[in-house]
């Protein structure tokens, strides 16, 4: 695929919603591009205001009007049935040559409505593997999917070339572009995504109802059971919207996880050691193997932990040593409930790198470093 030819020097690309997403893919795109011109829908004034004021767009509104004509690209932002009705009003403003695509997490719908109500649009579903349990334009930034997976399922009557541009146009995003037929996209992120999502919810919530009135389990929760719940803090209305379009592989793999459930408490009961060993072990060998980078769908948190001493400055000092090598924290802590693999202090970084070079820098002075 030839990145000359196909990328575009000037781009017109449209918004239609600015949330934690779109916000980031606009910021993306300005940063990238300069001289875009980017316009940008969103239901609430806020995110557009500030969108106006940091220039990362040049126009915002709340209807879909004239300056969504002569777009080059169209992202449809919102929660996946909001996208689906965003289509009757955007149509009038997609030429053969607009890339009409969408973020959502589930594929198979929108490319079902796009047939039904715009089958002359050129669609390029997208999914940008990357997020938070955060939602919300203030949380976005422009650095969310830079080396993420971004997939892309074109629809069956894009031209080549409109495919290629997007392809190019991803990559020139820093994000690692992917094909994939729709129905392979929703199987895959039912397994690594979705399934997950309820698994998180399910066991938050027995947690909730297992409790004691004094509440001595929320009490104790600690490290290794947030890390694991974390994405039970996700947008509820964005997880409704998911669930309900992609029903059938959710419940296909929740059942076939329900039975391995099952299994593993059959063993249990049944006192069988050397089988759950070897289960065990078989599937933290699994687990083991599946590389960190590029980033998934559900957000790598950067940290560590490291033990100190409780005595005034000692994280001062700490701060110092990062502060040698330009090491930012974004994050800094003391942990009051520890669990047994955890450090006193928790740091938390921006990035990957930064991790590493703290916790050779920590080691380097002494310090008994904890990372996952
Ligand atoms: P968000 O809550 O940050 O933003 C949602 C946007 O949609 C907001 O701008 C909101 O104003 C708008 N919106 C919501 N309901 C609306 C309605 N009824 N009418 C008009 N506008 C409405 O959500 P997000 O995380 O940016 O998710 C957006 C899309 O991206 C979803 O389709 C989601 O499946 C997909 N996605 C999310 C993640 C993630 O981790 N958050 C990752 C990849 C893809």
């Not at 065990?280 to 940290?303: E, L, V």
Request: net charge negative; with cysteine.
């Amino acid at each position: 695929m030839n990145n000359e030819n196909n990328q575009k020097k000037t781009w017109k690309a449209g918004f239609l919603s600015l949330g934690l997403i779109g916000g980031s893919i606009a910021m993306t795109f300005r940063k990238k591009y300069p001289d875009a011109e980017i316009v940008a829908l969103n239901r609430s004034p806020e995110p557009l205001q500030k969108a106006l004021e940091t220039n990362v767009i040049n126009y915002g509104t709340n209807v879909i009007d004239d300056h969504f004509s002569n777009c080059d690209i169209i992202f449809l932002c919102g929660p996946i049935g909001v996208n689906i009705g965003f289509l009757k009003d955007i149509r009038r403003y997609i030429s053969p040559s607009t890339i009409l695509t969408d973020v959502g997490s589930v594929k198979s719908d929108i490319h079902r409505a796009v047939a039904a109500d715009l089958p002359e649009a050129a669609f390029i579903g997208g999914h940008p593997m990357a997020g938070s349990e955060k939602s919300g334009y203030d949380n976005a930034n422009d650095h969310l999917i830079e080396n993420a997976y971004y997939i892309l399922t074109p629809g069956p009557n894009v031209p080549q070339e409109l495919i290629d541009r997007y392809y190019c146009l991803v990559q020139s995003l820093g994000a690692l572009p992917l094909i994939l037929s729709p129905s392979d996209h929703d199987y895959i992120t039912a397994a690594i995504s979705h399934v997950p999502h309820m698994i998180a919810y399910t066991l938050v919530r027995l947690v909730e109802e297992s409790d004691s009135p004094e509440q001595y389990m929320k009490l104790i929760a600690a490290g290794g059971f947030k890390d694991i719940t974390r994405i039970a803090s996700s947008d509820p209305v964005m997880w409704e919207h998911i669930c309900l379009s992609n029903p059938d592989n959710i419940d296909k793999l929740l059942e076939s996880y329900l039975c391995k459930l099952q299994e593993l408490r059959s063993l249990i009961k049944d006192g069988k050691g050397q089988e759950l060993r070897q289960l065990f072990a078989q599937i933290r060998d699994y687990r083991n193997s599946i590389q960190d980078a590029p980033r998934g769908p559900i957000r790598k948190i950067y940290d560590l932990h490291c033990d100190i001493i409780d005595e005034a400055g000692a994280i001062a000092t700490i701060a110092t040593i990062l502060s040698t090598q330009n090491v930012s924290i974004k994050n800094i802590g003391i942990v009051h409930n520890r669990t047994y693999e955890e450090g006193a202090l928790h740091i938390e970084f921006y990035d990957e790198h930064a991790v590493t070079t703290a916790a050779g820098l920590l080691k380097k002075h002494g310090y008994r470093i904890y990372e996952r």
